[in-house]
């Protein structure tokens, strides 16, 4: 059976159904208990789960998460709620030389079974330090694996198979999208890591997109339709582990690429997929592998600039209609 | 049991040590952590502990000498009587056998570890030349390393004797990069050695180290330049590939004025662009005309015709058969002949045309390759035409006035020129006088 | 000296003999050093070994310890073996963490030691959440967090010792204050009392002589019960003194730290040879039994050092193992 509920509600029954299974799951951060976070995701959760189990803590992100990877290492299994993925950066120490490392540096004798869950995505006005799209950062580290929702149904499949994962997974919502719906079955499932979604049949181009940006991805491919290109859409899911095969037949049938991924454009996301299309695909390629990503500046606050910083339908059309009528040449 | 003495790792990154002075003499009895002599490292002197209690004997490393950490600099025994031997062989002046064996004779100048973490310096200057007399802290070269340029000071007094790396070159932390000798010397050296790695003197490498000297040495130089990429074809990697696999050549497109870059849409393009002689022979023919009455051949069909049914074409290809196995001496192979009458869009095969009955020539419905085609113009006002250069020999008769016209053409250089000539001399023969070919 | 019965003479002779295995290991593990057999660097625990083992005595297995870059100590007081010790000091297959993780990271998780860690104050979250785990699971467990003065100036650990200040956690902060931040004095970079910084939070905080080994583990065992009844977190500081440099390369130290400073510490507050001599006096052990006790772990030493030298080094396809739990190579998987 399935129903429509909003991303939101997905990742409340997610956590809520793990919780109830397993008593070792825990939820810690800020205001996540009777506020249930600013975005509402987890109301509900401590009347049903306790202080005990949802814990609120002082605005102390290293601190939280220092404790979160103490108390994965010796039994629990915590997951983390880091109010905006814009404050990676104050527990960075914490996720990535202590969480990310440990399993190795211990040779694999300790293991650190922690959820990290934030979010990313611009254009919510919220101005530089409030709509970062650091999930990049995190998949640079070895030992951290990265999920990037791109709706509901993903939101609730992913977080739960993260929930059950030994290792430190982070799994990055898409702020705007909250109050989104989708079919999500009323039965429990789960998605495996790795393995990425093909959205929409096409053999014209391949559409490569993350998180916030498969629905750019889609519209981007329905303008397309309208002029007779076919465009095929890949949603990878995770990017550690990233289901690279998938997108490499995908390219080898299209022998065209876009990828596009709300994270900065430079040393990010789509430079890692373009880079891997172009070693595995390269003599099936018959246009550059294009990279579309977040303005490589600061996210401004005015309206009239911010929309300008995030890649657009419009603007994924318009380099897929250059791509596939051979108009993209930017050597010199 | 007699304690062996290291030079020990005293620095951050250190790979050799400087003895400046023992603090004791051999025979000397000496308590552990008494002070045996003093290293410097780091650029500072450090006291180093006797680590067992004994009496000092065989220094087996004298004063001014680097040596390699890790290397037995003297042996700590349980008797005062086990002074060694050695001892008298390590005086100021120790046999050179005891060295590496070093190009010139002195005190080796290593390139010195600065850094926190640091594999190669940059050697960015020499401070003196070869022959340049230097006192100990004269500043002998300048080093680059974890961005900031330190002087490195000679360390002895003497004369530079030899530099064995140049300025810009990225040197491994220990390696010997000059000798300061005692006396002048009379032939003063400088060379680049960083490329020989045997023609230096042994450097220890330590078994514990994860540096790989191999991997820090500089890299060679590059080859003089690239050569010119000259007229690149600029095509997708997809293009090219399907390009290669169809046997296009992309240039085509290029000379054809198409805009580059292309892509695999542009290939059907190219297949629709004629075949360029892309040389001055590969597309050439060569062709030998003749003319012949057909009265002569008119009257035998007559005669022929009263046997059976004759086919021309049929009799024709015999013919031309018949004169391609003489002229090219080929008497036991099978010859097809390829037969055409292209205006009334016919097209027959025979094969071994000559070898039967000129009135019962059949035609073959095996798919074999021609060795010949014939081509019947007759009846038309067509008396010549050309279609680039046929695979194999052809010959075109048309008629005219009551005349055979006989064409033949061929590949340039398939045909010697009086292998051609004999062909058509014999082919406008046996039309002129069809008996000919009964006989 | 706190006058003691001879009641406990089992616990006397082990702590005596991990202080002496501390001392054993760090003089083998210098000298491997010093000879260039042991790749990178390390640091050593030697004039500390009081703390280290004054605490962990007090400790029961499953008990978590959480350690720092000079870490050694730490290791052998909390159950570790020498040989194991020192091959993932070589790097070698037979290591705690198969040579992945080397003197800085060294551990025997089996013996509830979460890990020594190379980034100054980086394990304070870690044994928290440590002590916040056996709180929600009820297991009973106690969390020492060993740090030492330098990571006193890490946020880190005024975030958690708040929550775990807030939260009554099983948690006891260590603070070895052997009186130098890395190469500076430590009153150079603490202001105030260190002691206070605890109390700030209403943690209740201990000051002990670092050197005197029955008195650290008279009041380990009196938190640590008390932290196991839910009466935590605690805090003490620890006054002790590091013989070595911050690593085995820092020789010249003239400039932060005198020698007649280092001379002082060394022959009049050796804990290993004052607690021997207050063996001796009480009656518990003779002078011969000391000597044979220090030479029977010296052979132990270098019997385990043998052994690491002759070791096998991991096989590389080892490189990309571990990266990940549940999957074997990292390489094929991302």
Redesign the interface.
């Known amino acids: 059976m399935s129903r429509e509920i909003t991303l939101s509600k997905a990742v409340n029954e997610a956590i809520a159904e793990e919780m109830r299974r397993d008593p ?1 799951i ?1 939820l810690i951060g800020e205001d996540v208990a009777e506020a249930g976070t600013p975005f509402k995701v987890l109301s509900g959760l401590v009347e049903e789960f306790g202080p ?2 949802i814990i609120d ?2 605005i ?1 992100e ?15 299994r ?1 997951i983390v709620d880091l109010m905006f993925g814009d404050f990676l950066f104050l527990v960075m ?2 996720l990535c ?2 969480a990310a490392k ?10 650190v ?1 922690l959820v990290l869950r934030t979010n990313l995505g611009a254009t919510r006005r919220s101005a530089a330090q409030h709509s970062q799209s650091l999930h990049a950062l995190v998949a640079h580290i ?2 951290l ?1 990265v999920a990037l929702p791109s709706s509901a149904y993903e939101a609730k499949g992913l977080l739960k198979t993260a929930i059950r ?3 430190p997974v982070v799994i990055f919502e898409d702020k705007l999208m909250y109050n989104d719906k989708a079919p999500v079955p009323e039965e429990e499932y789960l998605i495996p890591f ?1 393995e990425a979604a093909v959205l929409r049949e096409g053999h014209e181009i391949t559409l490569v997109a993350t998180s916030s940006m498969v629905q750019v991805a889609l519209k981007a491919a329905d303008l397309l339709d309208r002029d007779g290109i076919s465009a095929e859409v890949i949603d990878p899911r995770t990017i ?3 289901d690279e095969e998938t997108i490499l037949s995908s390219v080898r049938k299209t ?1 065209r690429a876009i990828v596009i991924d709300e994270g900065h454009q430079n040393f990010g996301i789509t430079g890692e997929i373009a880079s891997r299309i172009s070693e595995k695909a ?6 550059p592998v294009v990279r579309m990503g977040a303005m490589d500046v600061p996210v401004p606050f005015s309206p009239a600039l911010e929309d300008l910083t995030v890649p657009t339908p419009e603007t994924v059309a318009e380099n897929a209609r250059l791509s596939v009528r ?1 108009e993209l ?1 930017h ?1 010199a | 049991m007699p304690h062996e003495v290291i030079m020990p790792a005293l620095g951050m990154a250190q790979e050799t040590g400087l003895i400046l002075a023992w603090r004791k003499a051999p025979g000397d009895a000496v308590k552990i952590g008494d002070v045996l002599m003093e290293v410097e490292t780091d650029k500072a002197a450090m006291e180093v502990e006797a680590q067992a209690e004994g009496y000092l004997a065989d220094i087996r490393a004298r004063e001014g000498e680097n040596v390699p950490v890790g290397n037995v600099i003297a042996v700590i025994a349980d008797e005062p009587g086990a002074v060694a031997a050695r001892e008298e062989a390590t005086p100021a002046d120790a046999p050179s056998d005891e060295q590496p064996p070093a190009q010139q004779d002195g005190n080796e100048v290593i390139m010195p570890a600065l850094g926190m973490a640091q594999d190669t310096g940059l050697l960015v200057a020499w401070h003196k030349q070869p022959g340049d007399a230097v006192a100990a802290d004269d500043v002998l070269l300048e080093v680059e390393t974890d961005k900031s340029v330190m002087e490195v000071q000679a360390g002895h007094e003497g004369y530079v004797a030899e530099l064995r790396a140049e300025a810009g070159e990225n040197v491994p932390v220990g390696d010997v990069i000059a000798v300061i000798s005692a006396e002048k010397p009379e032939v003063p050296v400088k060379r680049n050695t960083s490329k020989k790695k045997d023609a230096k003197p042994e450097q220890q490498v330590t078994p514990a180290s994860p540096k790989n000297p191999e991997t820090s040495r500089p890299a060679p130089k590059r080859a003089a330049s690239q050569p010119p990429t000259g007229d690149r074809i600029l095509a997708s990697p997809k293009a090219k590939r399907l390009a290669a696999e169809r046997g296009l050549d992309l240039a085509r497109l290029a000379t054809d004025g198409h805009r580059q870059p292309y892509h695999v849409a542009d290939l059907d393009r190219l297949s629709a662009v004629p075949a360029q002689p892309s040389t001055a022979t590969a597309n050439a023919f060569d062709h030998v005309e003749a003319r012949v009455d057909r009265s002569g051949y008119d009257a035998f069909r007559l005669w022929l015709a009263g046997e059976s049914q004759i086919d021309d074409l049929a009799v024709w290809s015999a013919f031309a058969i018949a004169t391609l196995r003489a002229a090219i001496q080929s008497e036991s192979r099978r010859m097809v002949a390829q037969a055409h009458r292209p205006l009334r869009r016919q097209s027959v095969r025979f094969c071994d045309p000559d070898l039967s009955g000129l009135s019962a020539i059949e035609a073959s419905q095996d798919d074999l390759a021609p060795d010949l085609i014939l081509r019947d113009l007759t009846g038309s006002a067509v008396t010549k035409a050309h279609f680039g250069a046929p695979a194999v020999p052809a010959i075109s008769i048309s008629d005219s006035n009551g005349t055979f016209e006989i064409i033949l053409e061929f590949p340039a250089g398939m045909l010697e020129p009086e292998t051609a000539l004999a062909i058509v001399h014999e082919m406008a023969a046996r039309l002129e006088e069809p008996l000919r070919h009964l006989l | 000296m706190a006058p003691k019965k001879k009641t406990n003479t089992e616990d006397y002779l082990q702590m005596y003999r991990q202080m002496v295995r501390i001392r054993a290991f760090e003089d083998n593990a210098n000298q491997l050093y010093l000879s260039a057999k042991m790749p990178g660097l390390t640091h050593m625990y030697s004039g500390q070994e009081a703390v280290a083992v004054g605490i962990c005595e007090a400790l029961e297995d499953t008990d978590k310890i959480t350690s720092t870059h000079r870490g050694h100590g730490h290791c052998v007081a909390k159950g570790a073996e020498f040989k194991e010790m020192f091959c993932e000091l070589l790097g070698k297959a037979e290591g705690y963490c198969r040579g992945k993780g080397g003197s800085m990271h060294i551990a025997d998780q089996s013996h509830g030691n979460l890990g020594a860690n190379a980034i100054v104050g980086g394990s304070m979250g870690i044994a928290t959440g440590a002590a916040f785990s056996a709180k929600r699971l009820g297991t009973k467990d106690v969390a020492v967090c060993f740090f030492g003065d330098g990571a006193t100036a890490q946020g880190l650990w005024y975030e958690v010792m708040n929550m775990a200040a807030l939260w009554s956690l099983p948690v006891i902060y260590a603070c070895e204050n052997n009186g130098y931040s890395e190469y500076t004095k430590t009153e150079e970079i603490a202001a105030g009392s260190l002691t206070a910084r605890a109390q700030a939070f209403g943690i209740e905080a201990h000051s002990v002589d670092g050197q005197d080994v029955l008195a650290v583990n008279e009041l380990a065992q009196k938190l640590v019960a008390r932290a196991r009844k839910g009466e935590g977190p605690f805090f003490i500081e620890l006054k002790t003194y590091r013989y070595h440099g911050h690593h085995v390369g820092d020789i010249n130290r003239d400039y932060y730290r005198s020698k007649d400073e280092e001379a002082e510490w060394k022959i009049t507050r050796d804990p290993i040879v004052n607690f021997g001599k207050w063996l001796e006096a009480e009656g518990v052990l003779s002078a011969d039994e000391l000597v044979a006790i220090n030479d029977e772990i010296k052979a132990d030493a270098k019997a385990a050092v043998d052994y690491a030298l002759d070791a096998a080094y991991p096989p590389t396809g080892e490189v990309d193992m571990h990266v990940f739990a549940g999957v074997d190579h990292a390489l094929s998987y991302v």
């Open positions: 070792a825990f005990d189990r803590t002082p102390s290293p601190g939280f998460m220092g404790i979160a990877v103490g108390a994965a290492m010796t039994g629990s915590p120490d914490q030389n202590q440990t399993h190795y540096m211990s040779g694999g004798k300790l293991q079974p070895p030992g694996k994962d030994d290792n790795g550690v582990p990233l022998s390269f003599y099936h390629l018959d246009a051979g040449f050597a």
